[in-house]
Each structure stands twice: as structure tokens, then as C-alpha cells.
């Protein structure tokens, strides 16, 4: 979202015939439906270019990818307690037959955490002086 609010230019968005250029800090403000957080991954993506995304919009996606399989029922998931008191402990028990499914898990996240510095100091050398309009 940091990119997409801060990016000092129009971002396509939308497929087909509903394809179109939008401000996206505009768009967010406006409440436009096409500017909504669980968009924002793929149109970074899609305008990495435009965005200033130079490096990283692979390990993006990859990412994204990733992380979408846990918002569904994984095998992560499966090492959930569910107590009598109705509360649930995520990945609350330890299973020695997962270890390779930990190390991986693990090892994107190490890998994924090397890309932020990068992305971080790119949006850190942008001019939002003149973004700064009325607040969101």
C-alpha cells in the first residue's frame, strides 16, 4: 500500500474491458473499490515499472503466493489446538513430522525479510511533500 499511496504517477488496474489508469491515492480516498488493500500485491506487481519497484516484484508475488495458503486451511494450520473453552491456539502443537515443512516455512520468511531493506529505502526517497493533500 506504502508504494501505491505514495507513487507519483497513474497505476493500471482492472482486466479486459474494465482495464483503466488510476491515481491510486486518489482511488484509496474516494473509497474506489480497485484501490482496497487485498488488491494492492497485484498491482504493485502489475506496475512495478511505473511504482519503482525496480528489484523484487518476482519475491513479491512469491510471497503473496505463499502467504495466500494460509489463509486457508494448510498444513500449518492442522498443528492448531482448539481448547473447551472455545479459543484456538495456532500452530500450537509441535509435530516432528512437519520439521521439513517448518524449515521451509521459515527459510521464505528469512529470504522474503532480505527484500524489505530495499523496498523500505525506495519508498523512504520519494518526495511525498506534494502527496500531502488532506488526510486520509
Same mark, same amino acid.
Given at each position: 500500500?506504502?508504494?501505491?499511496?505514495?507513487?507519483?504517477?497513474?497505476?493500471?488496474?482492472?482486466?479486459?474491458?474494465q482495464?483503466?489508469f488510476?491515481?491510486f491515492?486518489d482511488?484509496?480516498?474516494?473509497k474506489d473499490k480497485?484501490?482496497?488493500?487485498?488488491n494492492?500485491?497485484?498491482i504493485v506487481?502489475?506496475?512495478?515499472?511505473?511504482?519503482?519497484?525496480i528489484?523484487?516484484s518476482?519475491?513479491?508475488?512469491?510471497?503473496?503466493?505463499?502467504y495466500?495458503?494460509?489463509?486457508h486451511?494448510?498444513?500449518l494450520?492442522?498443528? !492448531?489446538?482448539?481448547?473447551?473453552?472455545?479459543r !484456538?491456539?495456532?500452530?500450537?502443537g509441535y509435530n $516432528?513430522?512437519?520439521? !521439513?515443512?517448518?524449515?521451509?516455512?521459515?527459510?521464505f520468511?528469512?529470504?522474503f525479510s532480505?527484500?524489505? $531493506?530495499?523496498?523500505?529505502?525506495?519508498?523512504?526517497?520519494r518526495?511525498?511533500?506534494?502527496?500531502v493533500k !488532506? $488526510?486520509i
Amino acid at each position: 500500500m506504502c508504494m501505491l499511496l505514495t507513487a507519483d504517477t497513474k497505476v493500471k488496474v482492472g482486466r479486459g474491458n474494465q482495464e483503466r489508469f488510476i491515481n491510486f491515492y486518489d482511488a484509496y480516498c474516494s473509497k474506489d473499490k480497485s484501490a482496497s488493500p487485498h488488491n494492492a500485491i497485484d498491482i504493485v506487481v502489475n506496475n512495478s515499472d511505473t511504482v519503482g519497484l525496480i528489484q523484487g516484484s518476482i519475491w513479491l508475488k512469491k510471497a503473496k503466493d505463499f502467504y495466500n495458503g494460509y489463509s486457508h486451511a494448510s498444513s500449518l494450520a492442522f498443528s !492448531s489446538l482448539a481448547i473447551k473453552n472455545g479459543r !484456538s491456539i495456532v500452530g500450537g502443537g509441535y509435530n $516432528p513430522e512437519k520439521d !521439513s515443512i517448518y524449515y521451509n516455512h521459515l527459510q521464505f520468511a528469512k529470504r522474503f525479510s532480505f527484500q524489505l $531493506p530495499e523496498l523500505i529505502s525506495s519508498i523512504a526517497k520519494r518526495d511525498l511533500t506534494k502527496l500531502v493533500k !488532506s $488526510p486520509i
